[in-house]
């Protein structure tokens, strides 16, 4: 079956409250888990970044759920592949909190304190949440 990976930044709005995250991964780890998704959510107090992986109808149908969600605004895809294996099918929906580890990966990437997803490309995005699942795995042991 044919598979994709997508990838795609967005900026929380007032809406949005700490708690959400724990509502969001409950959604996606039933949703995802429905349609076989597998992805990673990172998310830095301002902006999203999140993978979702799987055939590229569940994958855009779940998208576009997200997309219209009221707690982010300005989704913007950066990365949209056809993919031969999965990356991230260790969860339907992993997370890294924000923590000081998080915090080095993004600078890591970036080079800039002020992490900004939206000037990434799909290619350097990629390799930042594969070092984002690394470490989740990392702290799991
Ligand atoms: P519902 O029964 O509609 O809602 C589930 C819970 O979410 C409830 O507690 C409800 O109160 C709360 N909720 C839903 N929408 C809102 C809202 N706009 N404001 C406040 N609370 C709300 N969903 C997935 O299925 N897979 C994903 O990978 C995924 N990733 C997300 C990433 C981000 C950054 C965001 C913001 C949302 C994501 N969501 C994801 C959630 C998605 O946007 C929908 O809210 C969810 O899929 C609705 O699921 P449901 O119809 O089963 O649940």
């Known amino acids: ?10 900026t929380i709005t007032e809406q949005f409250e700490v708690e959400d995250i724990a509502r969001i991964l409950k959604s ?22 999140q993978c979702l992986e799987g055939t590229r109808q569940d994958v855009n149908q779940i998208y576009h759920k997200i997309a219209t969600d009221s707690r982010h605004k300005k989704p913007e895809i950066i990365g949209y592949q056809e993919i031969s294996h999965r990356e991230f099918d260790s969860w339907n929906m992993g997370y890294l909190q924000n923590t000081e580890s998080l915090r080095e990966l993004f600078y890591q990437h970036t080079r800039i304190i002020n992490f900004d997803p939206y000037n990434m490309n799909g290619e350097r995005a990629l390799s930042l949440l594969l070092d984002i699942r690394d470490e989740i795995k990392r702290a799991e042991v």
């Not at 079956?1 to 930044?9: A, C, E, G, P, S």
């Not at 429905?34 to 999203?48: K, Y």
Request: aromatic residues 12%; without cysteine.
């Open 28 to 49: 996606a780890r039933v949703n995802n888990k429905a349609l076989n998704v597998t992805g990673l959510l990172s998310f830095n107090r301002q902006f999203f970044l």
């Open 1 to 10: 079956m044919d598979l994709v990976r997508l990838i795609y930044t967005s």
